[in-house]
């Protein structure tokens, strides 16, 4: 008796980010979600650690914690980011 090999086709990183946001709010295991997408456990296990636990950019309000006082023309906000990209803005 042949053993049956399924073929998987292949996807790209831009496809796996949208299978991943589609596995993030399923609210399935992944066991399950695969079996209903037809995808092998082990890739998206290795997309999960490729890209999928990296956290999802969400907007995030910036608010003075002190009101500059009327004698100041100008002023410098620097700001250092997680992935080590530095900005600095001036107004």
């Known amino acids: ?27 399935l295991g992944p066991r399950e979600f695969c079996r209903k997408e037809g995808l092998a456990l082990s890739s998206l296990q290795r997309w999960r650690s490729r ?16 009101t500059p006082s009327p004698s100041v023309s100008s002023w410098t906000l620097d700001l250092s980011l997680p992935n080590g990209v530095c900005l600095q803005l001036r107004g």
């Not at 998987?8 to 946001?21: G, M």
């Not at 890209?51 to 914690?65: D, K, S, W, Y």
């Open 1 to 27: 008796m042949s053993k049956i090999h399924h073929r998987h086709k292949r996807y790209t990183e831009a496809q796996w980010r949208k299978i991943l946001q589609r596995f993030k709010t399923s609210g």
């Open 51 to 66: 890209i999928g636990r990296a956290p999802v950019a969400e907007f995030v309000e910036l608010a003075p914690t002190s």
